[in-house]
């Protein structure tokens, strides 16, 4: 035999099949590798709870504790996770500088820091946060949640108004103004120092007027105002003041009313008439 003969016909090493065991060996084959390798159905995760459809009860009692230039602390009964009963899973407090409304509720701001978590139903719950603007009216409002996803409906709204000390309280009325000394071109007032509110402090400045016709507190504005007026003291206090370059056997009508620093004015005291001395 020869090479080439030889080198073609050596079988190399292994089982040797026939050509029709060897279609029904990649038949079994085929077989076992799709049937291992079919791909199972997966499992459906988890979903929500259906059998819980109760929401928290709404908070009703929401309230302002407080509120310094530091801080801004609230209090309100907790309420359950189906109602009343058990513990809510979280709390949803909002903020806003209008009122709070269903409608406005997805606009106003979520505030982070909610007491977490919510105490058992009945219980007070209080929230403290930092203050942010001591000028500025906020209004709060809060939804509970449950483990399950269920809301409650909107609380109660409340107000916290800004810090900002509004004024309206005007000075009290003089009532003693009198004439303490009379010449033939000037006299000396005197009369008891009324306060910034009321009868308390002291107001920020007088408007005092005279006039040769009779004043009242009708007519009050009309008369002249005085050239130079007093700067007011304590109230309770004694002031004098002189008013001169008057003319000699004058008749003269005096009033005045005090105001403060916001701008209120006090109601016009008693008017003083005067006649100046003859020269």
Known sequence: MDAARLLTSRRLPGPQYR???ACVFLVVVVFFFLSGCTEKTAEPLPGPDTSDLVPPRPVTDLQLDSRTAEWISLSWTAPGDDGDVGQAFRYDVRRSQESI???SWGSASQITGEPWPPFASGRTQVFTMSETN???????ALRTLDDNGNYSDLSNVVEAPDLVTV???APGRVVDLRASDVGTNSVELTWTATGDDVDLGTADGYVFRFSRLPLNSENFDGGDLLAESPIPVEAGSVQVWVVDQLTPGTTYYFGLRAWDEASNEGPVSNILK????VG
């Open 134 to 140: 001591v000028q500025t009216t906020y209004y709060f």
């Open 101 to 103: 409304t269903e409608e």
């Open 274 to 277: 005067v006649t100046t001395e």
């Open 167 to 169: 004024d309206d309280v």
């Open 19 to 21: 050509s029709g065991e």
